[in-house]
T-cell receptor, first 115, second 109 residues
Framework: DVKVTQSSRYLVKRTGEKVFLECVQDMDHENMFWYRQDPGLGLRLIYFSYDVKMKEKGDIPEGYSVSREKKERFSLILESASTNQTSMYLC??????????????FGPGTRLTVT | AQRVTQPEKLLSVFKGAPVELKCNYSYSGSPELFWYVQYSRQRLQLLLRHISRESIKGFTADLNKGETSFHLKKPFAQEEDSAMYYCALSLYSWGKLQFGAGTQVVVTP
């Protein structure tokens, strides 16, 4: 059973703080993704990684960075948190296309509030 | 540009009534489409994919390339179907998915 875990379920930070969101998967998946989930906007891709140390920008990368030093771990970093980054953040992982389809497995989410 | 449209933000149906969630897409290639579901206080999970042509929890979805649609249907809604449903399009680029805005389904007894 695929397991994707996220370091926090709820997080409250102040404007200007540096914020780290951690995600770990235990299925040896090559791909990992960070989304933000907002009502009426669905899921929007922030960044994804297809291999260790490899990353690509998604649709809304501004204000975020990522780190993937180990295959199982993918971190999302908010360099200087702002109130418009208050959101639910979802991490997901998947195998590479062709080796098992495109199903993405999601973590439980981190609800981040920036005050 | 690839795009997924779910025109209904909220769908309220009575238990036992049919339910249909609309999904339209725009994509120049051969699409692969999915429905994901998120029940209250649970994580987002795959419900079904068009390539499998299967029925999951009584739901089916048919890809209509002419109308560029992938609507999700169930003939008799149950209270446990209350959830947020997302339609997603595979971008064939490292397994990325483009998600729609989502449809909240509420099934009332």
């Amino acid at each position: 059973d695929v397991k994707v875990t996220q370091s926090s379920r709820y997080l409250v930070k102040r404007t200007g703080e540096k914020v780290f969101l951690e995600c770990v998967q235990d299925m040896d998946h090559e791909n990992m993704f960070w989304y933000r989930q907002d009502p009426g906007l669905g899921l929007r891709l922030i960044y994804f990684s297809y291999d260790v140390k490899m990353k690509e920008k998604g649709d809304i990368p501004e204000g975020y960075s990522v780190s993937r030093e180990k295959k199982e771990r993918f971190s999302l970093i908010l360099e200087s948190a702002s109130t418009n980054q208050t959101s639910m953040y979802l991490c997901a992982s998947s195998q590479l296309p062709g080796t098992g389809g495109y199903e993405q497995y999601f973590g439980p989410g981190t609800r981040l509030t920036v005050t | 540009a690839q795009r997924v449209t779910q025109p209904e933000k909220l769908l309220s149906v009575f238990k036992g009534a049919p339910v249909e969630l609309k999904c339209n897409y725009s994509y120049s290639g051969s699409p692969e489409l999915f429905w994901y579901v998120q029940y209250s206080r649970q994580r987002l999970q795959l419900l079904l994919r068009h390539i499998s042509r299967e029925s999951i929890k009584g739901f089916t979805a048919d890809l209509n390339k002419g109308e560029t649609s992938f609507h999700l249907k169930k003939p008799f809604a149950q209270e446990e179907d209350s959830a947020m449903y997302y339609c997603a399009l595979s971008l064939y680029s490292w397994g990325k998915l483009q998600f729609g805005a989502g449809t909240q389904v509420v099934v009332t007894p």
